[in-house]
């Protein structure tokens, strides 16, 4: 069905899409190639939330080059939308465009499309075809696809350890546990995430700022604090700096006057107060989590949090994604990954599939997901 020729351009497009990695949310990661007589005549990918996608990018790219798309072939990671957004279809601006043809890797899980741009084109007498490296264009949108099929974000949960496991000294002493490379390598998994997850332990403790600094992005992640007795340091660093993103702190109750003081405190600095409580006076995570996608359209979650909220998320089956990066030496005593129950039975266990494996320097990193 689809000719090493067609792969060619669609990696070309995926390679587009990888330049919205840090930049599209909460839209889809897409990219767009236009080719006519066997070169590229238009590049695209999706800018900044109510900037341009990446069809009508490459659409003008062609118009800059001083080259008609008439008769093209356009290749495009995900179907092109048929709904008004933030912006008008895209699928308007290509049948304008008349193309030949419309190869596109994926159709959009969002409902409001979901075939209905790639039948627009057929109906507009275009040739349309559908599923070319489907699987490496969904990988750059797990988020997206989770948020409109299981009004859920992608959850990462990333944590760094020793060879035996362990994620600080018995003071609570972390940093460093990997070398510069892992670091950096966290940076870039923050960058793709709409917000960055911890919980009030760490900050108290290691009081972080969990921003971006590593890698180039044009925007900041959301930093969010899971902190059931409203216990946040009015100081702490990751609440600082928040002009190009935002923050919220997700308290179980604000009972008291003390409380209620601090969070009329914190808001009146623009970060938000948010109860969200479960039936033991804890944050209601799932809760959370439904919450973020649904009503603050968040695609994929970073958490980066220590051994008492990475249990709980665990346990609550909040977690689509670890991230672990393992260090080479053993700590001995020290804190461990994650507060998790005994196994009754080995089994009893949930297995977890490795999706990727990297060496960064002297250090192992792990990517596993769910097995279904």
Not at 55 to 81: F, H, M, R, W
Request: hydrophobic share 40%; proline share 5%.
């Amino acid at each position: 069905m689809y000719t090493a020729v067609d792969h060619q351009w669609m990696s070309e497009a995926l390679a587009q899409a990888q330049k919205a990695l840090y930049l599209a949310n909460p839209n889809p990661r897409v990219g767009c190639v236009i080719v006519k007589d066997g070169q590229v005549i238009g590049r695209g990918f999706t800018q900044r939330a109510g900037g341009s996608h990446a069809e009508v990018q490459a659409l003008a790219d062609a118009k800059a080059n001083g080259k008609d798309p008439a008769g093209s072939t356009i290749y495009v990671t995900l179907e092109p939308c048929s709904h008004t957004g933030r912006t008008p279809p895209c699928v308007d601006g290509l049948i304008a465009a008349k193309p030949a043809k419309v190869i596109t890797a994926m159709k959009d899980p969002n409902p409001l499309v979901s075939g209905n741009g790639l039948e627009k084109l057929r109906a507009a007498g275009i040739e349309v075809q559908c599923g070319l490296m489907e699987m490496e264009a969904q990988a750059f949108n797990r988020g997206f696809i989770s948020r409109m099929t299981r009004g859920l974000p992608w959850v990462r949960l990333k944590i760094a350890a020793s060879l035996d496991g362990k994620t600080a000294l018995p003071n609570g002493e972390s940093q460093w546990i990997t070398g510069p490379l892992a670091r950096a390598d966290g940076h870039h998994w923050r960058a793709q995430a709409c917000a960055i997850v911890t919980g009030v332990g760490t900050v108290k403790e290691d009081d972080p700022s969990l921003n971006v600094r590593e890698v180039e992005t044009q925007r900041q992640p959301w930093r969010i604090i899971v902190d059931s007795k409203l216990e946040t340091p009015t100081n702490a660093k990751i609440l600082n700096n928040l002009d190009q993103s935002g923050a919220m702190i997700i308290c179980a109750s604000m009972n008291t006057a003390e409380q209620q003081e601090k969070a009329k405190a914190f808001e009146a600095r623009g970060i938000e107060v948010i109860t969200m409580a479960n039936v033991s006076g804890k944050v209601d995570l799932p809760g959370l989590f439904a919450y973020l996608a649904q009503e603050r359209e968040m695609n994929e979650i970073h958490v980066e949090s220590g051994f008492k909220l990475n249990g709980s998320m665990l346990r609550e089956d909040c977690v689509d994604e670890l991230l672990l990066y393992y260090a080479p030496f053993f700590m001995g005593e020290g804190i461990g990954i994650a507060n998790v129950p005994a196994l009754p039975s080995l089994k009893s266990r949930d297995d977890w599939q490795i999706i990727d494996q990297s060496l960064l320097g002297n250090d192992f990193r792990l990517r596993l997901i769910k097995r279904p």
